[in-house]
């Protein structure tokens, strides 16, 4: 089964309550990040590669002198509590 994100997203709207749905789904200003945003992700594009060895990968990444295991990051984002009763800290955790 294969899930776009735009599923994904009208999955999230269909049980998010108005005001976090708008919360979610708008940008600044009039939108120009957002809409940059979206466009900057369509253009990308998964290639996958068949037959390879993924028994030992490494995703380690030095970034701004220190060594992450893995490039993932999370911006602060407000109202995380709204999202998850324990939003904050679930967060944080999943990035450890």
């Known amino acids: 089964m294969s899930l776009l994100l735009a599923d994904i997203e009208a999955t999230a709207n269909e049980k998010l309550d108005a005001g976090l749905r708008d919360y979610l789904n708008r940008g600044a200003q009039h939108d120009v990040t957002l809409e ?3 466009e900057a992700f369509n253009r990308l594009r998964i290639r996958p ?3 390879v060895d993924v028994s030992k990968r490494d995703l380690t990444v030095r970034l701004f ?3 992450l295991r893995a ?3 999370v911006a602060p984002f407000g109202l995380n ?3 998850h009763s324990n939003g904050e800290f679930e967060t944080a955790k999943g990035l450890s």
Request: hydrophobic share 25%; glycine share 6%; net charge positive.
């Open 65 to 67: 002198g220190d060594t």
């Open 81 to 83: 509590r709204r999202f």
């Open 36 to 38: 940059a945003n979206r």
């Open 71 to 73: 490039p993932v990051c």
């Open 49 to 51: 590669r068949y037959m």
